[in-house]
Nanobody
């Protein structure tokens, strides 16, 4: 029905930048909130940032001022611009979207690895 495909992860040095993208496709009538989560080894998955359909954003305290979430509603795509990356940002990053098809359901991407290391 609906697929979320992420891209943009990789290896970056501390202080560097990466931009993640997540494109939704399928039988989409509307997308409500979109967001990014991350899961580091041995830790629970945590919310990083969300953006509503109207553009309101929220961030976890640890990324405020460094990460920016945005979306292109025409392309059903959400982005996460990550600047001033730190080793503790290393994790698998997952895209999430609340999508209306014939009913409303949350969908997850497959995850993309972000490694911050010198």
């Amino acid at each position: 029905q609906v697929q979320l495909v992420e891209s943009g992860g990789g290896l970056v040095q501390p202080g560097g930048s990466l931009r993640l993208s997540c494109a939704a496709s399928g039988s989409i009538r509307n997308i409500n909130t979109m967001g990014w989560y991350r899961q580091a080894p041995g830790k629970q998955r945590e919310l990083v940032a969300t953006i509503s359909s109207s553009g309101s954003t929220q961030y976890v305290d640890s990324v405020k001022g460094r990460f920016t979430i945005s979306r292109d509603n025409a392309k059903n795509t959400v982005y996460l611009q990550m600047n001033s990356l730190k080793p503790e940002d290393t994790a698998v990053y997952y895209c999430n979207a609340n999508v209306l098809t014939w009913y409303t359901q949350n969908y997850w991407g497959q995850g993309t690895q972000v490694t911050v290391s010198s």
